[in-house]
C-alpha cells in the first residue's frame, strides 16, 4: 500500500475518532506529493526483455564475428545502437515510458557490445577494463538525459564491475581511487532520479572497496588478523557515522549506505572475537602502521559524534556509547598484546559486544529504528550462538546457558517496557 493510500486510511479513521476535522482532510491530501511510480510486473518483463534481446545480440554477433566483414560489424552495431536509442526517445515522446526505458537500456547494452567488440578487433586487450568505465560513464549520461531508473541501475553496476575488474587486474597497484569519484557519480544520479536499487548497488560497491583497500594495506604491512579487524570496524564505523550525518540532513539514499555500513561494522566487530582465540602470530602487531588507520578514524568518529549530539541526533547517553565502544575496539590490539590470549580478555570482549548490541536494541527503540532494532537482535543472536558454539558441550552447561541467556532477554524485555512505559507516561498516551 502507498503512502498516500496509508494516509488516506489513516485520516478517514482519525476523522472517526474526532481527532481531526472532517474540512482538513482534502488539505491534508494535496500536501502530499506526487507518487514516484515504483517498479511494475509489465514494466520489469518489458526490460527484461530488451536485456534478453541485448543479450542475443552479443551472441550473434560474437559467434559470427570472424565471418562478418570488418565494415559490417560496424555498420550493424551502429545501426542497431541508433536505432534502439532513436526508439526510445519516440516512445518517450508518445508517453510510452516503460518502452522507452526498455529500449534504453538495450541501447545501452548496444553500445557496451560496440566499444567491447571493437577492443576484440583491435586486439586492444589492456583497453578492456577501460572500456566498461567508458561504458558506465555513457550509461550515467544517458540515465541522466532520459531520467530512467533502469538504465541507471545498469550503469551502476557497470561502474562496480569495473572498480572489481581492476582490482583484480595484476598489473594495478593499490587501490583503485578513481571509483570513489564514480561512486559518487551514480549515488547523486541515484538520489536525483530517487533509484533506491542503484543507492543498494553503490553501498554494496563501496564496502567491496574499502575491503579490498584494507587487504591491501594488510598486505604492505606485516599486521596481524585482530588489527585488520579492528582497523575495519574502525573504518566502517566512520563512513557509517558519516552517512547516517549525511542521514540527519535529510539527504536521500544517505540512509541507504548508513544501513549497509552499520550492518558490515557489526559484523566486522563481531569477527574480533575470532583472532582472540587464535595463534599468537593472529595477534601480532606493528603499531606505527595500525596508528595510521586507527588514530585518524578515532578522530573522525568522535568529530562526528560531536557533531550528531550538538545536532540533536543523539543522546549523551548514546554518544557516550558509542564513543566508549569506539576507545574499545581502537584500543584491543594493544590489550591483546599485552593479555597474550587471556580468558579474561575473551570474556571482556563478548560481554562488550552484548553491551553493544544490548544499546542498540534501546536505541533503536528509542528513536523507532526499525534497522537499529533489527541489528541489535540480530547481533544478539549471532553472538549467544557464538559463544554457546565455543564454551559448551554437555547437556548440563547448555541447560545452565539457556538459564542465564533467557534470564537476560527478560531483563532486556523489562528494560523496553519500563521505557515505552516511561514514553506514554510523558506523553500522556496509550502504551
Not at 172 to 196: C, K
Request: a positive charge; glycine letters at 10%; hydrophobic letters at 60%.
Amino acid at each position: 500500500m502507498g503512502y498516500r493510500q496509508r494516509l488516506t486510511r489513516d485520516l478517514d479513521r482519525w476523522i472517526a475518532a474526532g481527532l481531526i476535522e472532517t474540512d482538513n482532510r482534502d488539505a491534508i491530501l494535496d500536501t502530499v506529493g506526487p507518487r514516484i511510480a515504483g517498479a511494475t510486473a509489465l514494466g520489469a518483463l518489458t526490460v527484461l526483455g530488451a536485456v534478453l534481446l541485448g543479450l542475443s545480440a552479443l551472441s550473434f554477433v560474437g559467434a559470427n564475428w570472424e565471418a562478418i566483414p570488418r565494415l559490417a560489424r560496424f555498420g550493424v552495431l551502429l545501426a542497431a545502437l541508433w536505432a534502439s536509442l532513436l526508439g526510445s526517445g519516440l516512445a518517450f515522446q508518445r508517453q510510452a515510458p516503460r518502452l522507452g526505458h526498455a529500449l534504453a537500456v538495450l541501447g545501452l547494452a548496444l553500445f557496451g557490445a560496440a566499444i567491447l567488440l571493437t577492443a576484440q578487433t583491435f586486439n586492444m586487450t589492456a583497453f578492456r577494463n577501460t572500456a566498461v568505465l567508458i561504458w558506465a560513464v555513457a550509461g550515467g549520461g544517458l540515465a541522466w538525459q532520459l531520467g530512467s531508473r533502469p538504465v541507471l541501475i545498469l550503469a551502476t553496476g557497470l561502474g562496480a564491475l569495473w572498480a572489481g575488474l581492476e582490482a583484480a587486474n595484476p598489473f594495478v597497484d593499490g587501490a583503485i581511487w578513481f571509483y570513489l569519484p564514480v561512486a559518487t557519480a551514480s549515488a547523486v544520479l541515484a538520489t536525483r532520479l530517487r533509484s533506491t536499487v542503484s543507492m543498494h548497488l553503490v553501498a554494496l560497491a563501496l564496502v567491496l572497496w574499502i575491503a579490498h583497500a584494507l587487504y591491501l594495506w594488510q598486505a604492505a604491512h606485516p599486521t596481524g588478523h585482530l588489527a585488520l579487524q579492528s582497523a575495519a570496524t574502525l573504518v566502517f564505523g566512520t563512513v557509517a557515522l558519516a552517512a547516517a550525518s549525511l542521514r540527519d540532513r535529510k539527504l536521500a539514499g544517505a540512509g541507504v549506505i548508513a544501513g549497509w555500513m552499520t550492518v558490515v561494522t557489526l559484523l566486522a566487530a563481531f569477527l574480533v572475537q575470532i583472532p582472540l582465540g587464535g595463534h599468537a602470530a593472529d595477534r601480532e602487531l606493528v603499531t606505527g602502521a595500525y596508528a595510521m588507520i586507527a588514530a585518524p578514524a578515532m578522530i573522525a568518529i568522535a568529530l562526528l559524534i560531536l557533531w550528531r549530539r550538538l545536532t540533536g541526533a543523539l543522546r549523551n547517553w548514546d554518544a557516550a556509547s558509542l564513543v566508549a565502544v569506539g576507545l574499545a575496539i581502537a584500543a584491543l590490539p594493544l590489550i591483546a598484546e599485552a593479555a597474550d590470549g587471556s580468558i579474561l580478555l575473551r570474556m571482556g570482549v563478548g560481554a562488550l559486544l552484548y553491551a553493544a548490541f544490548t544499546a542498540l536494541i534501546l536505541i533503536g527503540e528509542r528513536h523507532n529504528s526499525l534497522m537499529a532494532r533489527v541489528c541489535g537482535v540480530s547481533g544478539f543472536v549471532l553472538q549467544t550462538l557464538y559463544i554457546y558454539a565455543q564454551t559448551f558441550e554437555g547437556l548440563l552447561d547448555t541447560a545452565l546457558f539457556f538459564f542465564v541467556g533467557g534470564l537476560i532477554l527478560f531483563a532486556a524485555s523489562f528494560a523496553l517496557w519500563r521505557l515505552r512505559r516511561g514514553k506514554t507516561d510523558a506523553t500522556g498516551g496509550d502504551a
